[in-house]
């Protein structure tokens, strides 16, 4: 599909009864209410993990999502930092302790992590550092998970894991794009690491997503795809 101009937003809002989430085409969502912020699937060491095992990535490529992270904490000055999961990509390495001193630069700043499924690396270093670790977290009206869990009696899922992404046809050519995939019982983010990938998503009807296209997200409607 080619989509129309106007569709294109610098951020996007979406109400969960009375209370707003923002969306970024950074790949994170932001609570305004409570000042907290929400990110999915950052994988950090994945690119030490890779360059370990011989596959040959940019060095300069594993800060780059320390960097972007940081920026977005210095504009948006969150009261608390959630991780909806797969904070690291694999055993402990040099990334370990890149976010060691990135976590003290914020000491201030409240920071839970709900345990994705490649989230391996230093529990006990990480309680150490003032963060809270949960299997599942729940946020007032948000139940935050790692893999989809809905429709849950806990509230609206907030998740990731699945890394979306949606495909889509500017002139003559399909690209697809990471996205946030909204659905009547669910949010799930797009994967905020480099190097992560997206998966498309087979869209219900009703379902709505959040394309993200440089500095901009584009609102899709399940039904047109």
């Known amino acids: 599909m080619v989509l129309p101009e106007k569709k294109q937003l610098a951020r996007a809002e979406i109400f969960i009864g009375s209370e707003c989430l923002v969306l970024f ?40 999502t320390f960097s972007l992270i940081h920026r977005i904490l210095l504009e948006m000055n969150p009261n608390k930092l959630v991780f909806l999961g797969d904070v690291f990509h694999s055993d402990f390495n040099q990334d370990f302790e890149r976010f060691k001193t990135w976590r003290a630069l914020f000491p201030q700043m409240e920071v839970d992590i709900v345990l994705g499924n490649h989230d391996k690396a230093g529990f006990a270093h990480l309680h150490s550092m003032g963060i809270n670790l949960h299997n599942e977290l729940v946020l007032g009206p948000f139940y935050c998970s790692h893999e989809p869990a809905f429709p849950s009696p806990k509230g609206f899922n907030l998740c990731g894991h699945l890394h979306p992404g949606v495909s889509l046809s500017i002139g003559h050519q399909h690209v697809k794009v990471p996205c946030f995939w909204k659905g009547e019982h669910h949010l799930c983010f797009p994967s905020f690491g480099a190097f992560t990938g997206s998966v498309a998503i087979k869209p219900r009807s009703s379902d709505v997503f959040y394309a993200i296209s440089g500095s901009s997200i584009r609102r899709i409607e399940g039904s047109v795809l």
């Not at 929400?38 to 300069?60: E, N, T, Y």
């Open 25 to 64: 085409p950074g790949k994170y969502a932001w609570w305004e209410k409570e000042h907290i912020l929400f990110i999915a699937d950052s994988h950090f060491g994945k690119i030490a993990h890779f360059r370990k095992s011989g596959i040959g990535l940019p060095s300069h490529a594993g800060t780059e």
